[in-house]
C-alpha cells in the first residue's frame, strides 16, 4: 500500500529485511505465498522500514507473491532486479516501492562471472537507474562483491548512478571476507564522495556480519540489511535481533522496530521456514536468559541487571530458571514458588541437594522431577489430577501422503474428538491434539529424545518445552514407542501449562 517512505531523522537507521528474499535462499527453505504474506505482515508490524519480498523475474509464482505482497502490506516493499531491462520491468510490473538493482563490479565477478569491462559494466549500472528513474520509481543500487572490487572504479561506479538519480547505494560484503576496521574504512571512503543515503549488506562467512554491520554504521550508513534469524546463503546475513538491540542499547541509535516482536517473530520465522535457532543464539536463543549457576540465579533474582545486559520483555521473550547440577537453593526455591509448591527450609535444601545429585548424572530435568522430587521429601503421595488425558489415538500413514492422526481426549471430564494431518505422525498427533483442545497457541518449542537402552526395541525417553505465548514449561514421556513418548510428554506439557 504505502509505495515509499522517506527515513523521519538523520540521527534514525532504517531497517531493510531481506528475509522473504536473501532468507529465502538458505538451503533448505522454501516459502509459499501465503507464508511470505503471514510473514510480511508480521515484519510490517515489528517495524522494518523497507521488506525486500523477492526477486520477481525469478519465476511466475515469485513475481505474483511480490506484487500480492506490495498490494496488502503498509511498509515499503522492495523487488531485486539485475542491471537488465527483463529484470526491471518485473519489478515495475510488481509496483514495487522500491527496485533494488544491482550489478557486479569486483575484477573476480567481471572476469569469471561477467566477462565484461569496467566501461561496459558501468554503463550498464548508470542506464539501469536511469530507466528505474524515469518510471518515476525509487531506486537502490547495489555493486556486487563491493567489498573485492577496486575502490577507485567503485567509488566511480557508486558517483555514476548517483547523478543517474539514484536514492540509495548498498554496499555489499557479497562474501563475507570484511572486518569490522576494514569495513569502517571503506564505507568511510564512499560516505566522502557520496551524499545520498548508504545501505550496508554483511554476509556472515567468518562470523563478521553484525560487527561489519555496525562499524558501517559507525562510518555514516543509515540504512542496514538484514534478514531475521540470519538466515541467509551460506552462513547468513547480519541478523535483525543482534543489529537492532546493539543498535539502540550499545549505539543509542533509535529505529522503528517494536523490539516487543523481536522474539515472536523469530519464533514465526522457525515455524515458517523448520530452521531453528542455536540454543546459545544472542537474543532470541533458547539460552539467551537461561540461567543455571547458582550464584547468577541468585543474583538475578535479586537485581536481573547483575548478569543480563537487557530485560527479556524488551524483546518479547522470558527468563527461564534451568533445572541442573550447578542451580542452588535460591533457583530452586523461585521454581517451586512458580509450581506453588511450599517448603521449609529444611526441605528446601534436601530438594535442591536431590537437583544437584540427579543433574551431576548427566540427567536432563524438567519441572515433573523436580515436583516428584518436592513431593517425596515433603512427604505428598497422591497424585494430582490431570486437566488432559488421552483415551484413544489411531494413527494412519501411507506412502506418499501426509501422516493422519485421530485423538479422543478426556478434558476436564468432558470427552473430545479431532483428527488432522502433519509431515510426520507425531506432528500429525499434537496438531489434532491442539484441535481438539481449541487451543492455537499452544507450540513445541524444544525436542529432545534419548534412547534409554539399545536396541530396536529401546525405550524412549523424549523431553519437550510447550509454551502458549505467555508461559513456558518443560515435560518428559517416557515409552517404548517414540510416538507416544512424544504424546505423553505434550499432554504432561499442556496439563502443566493448564495449571500454571
Same mark, same amino acid.
Given at each position: 500500500?504505502?509505495?515509499?517512505?522517506?527515513?523521519?531523522?538523520?540521527?534514525?537507521?532504517?531497517?531493510?529485511d531481506t528475509t522473504l528474499r536473501d532468507g529465502e535462499q538458505t538451503p533448505g527453505v522454501a516459502l509459499t505465498t501465503e507464508k511470505k504474506l503471514e510473514l510480511a505482515h508480521a515484519l510490517t508490524e515489528l517495524g522494518v522500514d523497507i521488506i525486500e519480498a523477492g526477486f520477481p523475474i525469478n519465476s511466475e509464482g515469485e513475481?505474483?507473491?511480490?506484487?500480492?505482497?506490495?498490494?496488502? !502490506?503498509?511498509?515499503?516493499? @522492495?523487488?531485486? $532486479?539485475?542491471?537488465? #531491462?527483463?529484470?526491471?520491468?518485473?519489478? /515495475?510490473?510488481? %509496483? =514495487?516501492?522500491?527496485?533494488?538493482?544491482?550489478?557486479?563490479?569486483?575484477?573476480?565477478?567481471?572476469?569469471?562471472?561477467?566477462?565484461?569491462?569496467?566501461?561496459?559494466?558501468?554503463?550498464?549500472?548508470?542506464?539501469?537507474?536511469?530507466?528505474?528513474?524515469?518510471?518515476?520509481?525509487?531506486?537502490?543500487?547495489?555493486?556486487?562483491?563491493?567489498?573485492?572490487?577496486?575502490?577507485?572504479?567503485?567509488?566511480?561506479?557508486?558517483?555514476?548512478?548517483?547523478?543517474?538519480?539514484?536514492?540509495?547505494?548498498?554496499?555489499?560484503?557479497?562474501?563475507? !571476507?570484511?572486518?569490522?576496521? @576494514?569495513?569502517? $574504512?571503506?564505507?568511510? #571512503?564512499?560516505?566522502?564522495?557520496?551524499? /545520498?543515503?548508504? %545501505? =550496508?549488506?554483511?554476509?556472515?562467512?567468518?562470523?563478521?556480519?553484525?560487527?561489519?554491520?555496525?562499524?558501517?554504521?559507525?562510518?555514516?550508513?543509515?540504512?542496514?540489511?538484514?534478514?531475521?534469524?540470519?538466515?541467509?546463503?551460506?552462513?547468513?546475513?547480519?541478523?535483525?535481533?543482534?543489529?537492532?538491540?546493539?543498535?539502540?542499547?550499545?549505539?543509542?541509535?533509535?529505529?522503528?522496530?517494536?523490539?516487543?516482536?523481536?522474539?515472536?517473530?523469530?519464533?514465526?520465522?522457525?515455524?515458517?521456514?523448520?530452521?531453528?535457532?542455536?540454543?546459545?543464539?544472542?537474543?532470541?536463543?533458547?539460552?539467551?536468559?537461561?540461567?543455571?549457576?547458582?550464584?547468577?540465579?541468585?543474583?538475578?533474582?535479586?537485581?536481573?541487571?547483575?548478569?543480563?545486559?537487557?530485560?527479556?520483555?524488551?524483546?518479547?521473550?522470558?527468563?527461564?530458571?534451568?533445572?541442573?547440577?550447578?542451580?542452588?537453593?535460591?533457583?530452586?526455591?523461585?521454581?517451586?514458588?512458580?509450581?506453588?509448591?511450599?517448603?521449609?527450609?529444611?526441605?528446601?535444601?534436601?530438594?535442591?541437594?536431590?537437583?544437584?545429585?540427579?543433574?551431576?548424572?548427566?540427567?536432563?530435568?524438567?519441572?515433573?522431577?523436580?515436583?516428584?522430587?518436592?513431593?517425596?521429601?515433603?512427604?505428598?503421595?497422591?497424585?494430582?489430577?490431570?486437566?488432559?488425558?488421552?483415551?484413544?489415538?489411531?494413527?494412519?500413514?501411507?506412502?506418499?501422503?501426509?501422516?493422519?492422526?485421530?485423538?479422543?481426549?478426556?478434558?476436564?471430564?468432558?470427552?473430545?474428538?479431532?483428527?488432522?494431518?502433519?509431515?510426520?505422525?507425531?506432528?500429525?498427533?499434537?496438531?489434532?491434539?491442539?484441535?481438539?483442545?481449541?487451543?492455537?497457541?499452544?507450540?513445541?518449542?524444544?525436542?529432545?529424545?534419548?534412547?534409554?537402552?539399545?536396541?530396536?526395541?529401546?525405550?524412549?525417553?523424549?523431553?519437550?518445552?510447550?509454551?502458549?505465548?505467555?508461559?513456558?514449561?518443560?515435560?518428559?514421556?517416557?515409552?517404548?514407542?517414540?510416538?507416544?513418548?512424544?504424546?505423553?510428554?505434550?499432554?504432561?506439557?499442556?496439563?502443566?501449562?493448564?495449571?500454571?
Open positions: 500500500m504505502n509505495k515509499s517512505k522517506q527515513v523521519n531523522k538523520k540521527s534514525q537507521i532504517k531497517i531493510f513475481y505474483e507473491a511480490v506484487k500480492k505482497i506490495t498490494k496488502e !502490506v503498509d511498509t515499503t516493499v @522492495a523487488g531485486l $532486479a539485475r542491471a537488465l #531491462k527483463p529484470d526491471l520491468d518485473k519489478c /515495475i510490473q510488481a %509496483d =514495487v516501492g522500491l527496485v533494488h538493482t544491482f550489478i557486479s563490479t569486483s575484477p573476480q565477478h567481471l572476469k569469471y562471472q561477467m566477462n565484461k569491462s569496467e566501461d561496459e559494466v558501468y554503463e550498464l549500472a548508470v542506464d539501469a537507474v536511469e530507466y528505474i528513474r524515469e518510471h518515476g520509481i525509487p531506486c537502490m543500487f547495489s555493486p556486487m562483491d563491493a567489498s573485492r572490487s577496486d575502490i577507485p572504479y567503485l567509488i566511480k561506479v557508486c558517483k555514476g548512478v548517483e547523478r543517474a538519480g539514484a536514492q540509495i547505494i548498498n554496499i555489499p560484503d557479497t562474501v563475507g !571476507v570484511m572486518y569490522p576496521s @576494514a569495513m569502517k $574504512a571503506l564505507v568511510g #571512503k564512499i560516505r566522502e564522495e557520496i551524499k /545520498i543515503e548508504l %545501505d =550496508v549488506h554483511c554476509h556472515n562467512d567468518f562470523g563478521m556480519a553484525v560487527a561489519n554491520t555496525l562499524a558501517a554504521v559507525e562510518a555514516g550508513c543509515n540504512q542496514v540489511q538484514v534478514a531475521v534469524n540470519g538466515l541467509g546463503e551460506r552462513a547468513g546475513n547480519a541478523d535483525l535481533e543482534q543489529v537492532v538491540m546493539a543498535l539502540e542499547i550499545l549505539y543509542g541509535k533509535k529505529t522503528n522496530i517494536k523490539t516487543q516482536g523481536i522474539y515472536p517473530v523469530s519464533k514465526l520465522v522457525e515455524r515458517l521456514t523448520g530452521i531453528r535457532v542455536m540454543p546459545n543464539f544472542p537474543i532470541v536463543g533458547d539460552n539467551a536468559f537461561a540461567h543455571e549457576s547458582g550464584i547468577h540465579v541468585h543474583a538475578v533474582l535479586k537485581k536481573p541487571v547483575t548478569f543480563e545486559p537487557i530485560k527479556p520483555e524488551m524483546v518479547g521473550a522470558r527468563r527461564r530458571l534451568v533445572l541442573g547440577k550447578h542451580i542452588g537453593v535460591h533457583g530452586i526455591e523461585a521454581k517451586l514458588k512458580e509450581l506453588k509448591i511450599k517448603v521449609n527450609e529444611d526441605q528446601l535444601k534436601e530438594i535442591t541437594k536431590k537437583v544437584k545429585d540427579l543433574g551431576g548424572l548427566g540427567k536432563r530435568i524438567v519441572e515433573e522431577d523436580l515436583i516428584a522430587i518436592a513431593e517425596d521429601v515433603i512427604g505428598k503421595t497422591p497424585k494430582e489430577e490431570s486437566i488432559v488425558e488421552l483415551i484413544d489415538i489411531t494413527l494412519e500413514t501411507r506412502l506418499g501422503e501426509k501422516p493422519r492422526s485421530s485423538v479422543i481426549l478426556k478434558v476436564k471430564g468432558v470427552e473430545k474428538k479431532a483428527e488432522e494431518r502433519g509431515v510426520g505422525p507425531v506432528d500429525a498427533t499434537l496438531n489434532a491434539i491442539k484441535k481438539a483442545l481449541g487451543e492455537k497457541n499452544i507450540t513445541l518449542d524444544e525436542y529432545h529424545l534419548d534412547a534409554i537402552t539399545g536396541g530396536s526395541d529401546a525405550l524412549a525417553d523424549v523431553t519437550i518445552r510447550v509454551g502458549d505465548g505467555k508461559r513456558t514449561t518443560m515435560a518428559r514421556g517416557v515409552h517404548e514407542d517414540v510416538v507416544m513418548a512424544s504424546i505423553i510428554a505434550f499432554i504432561n506439557g499442556i496439563n502443566r501449562i493448564m495449571k500454571l
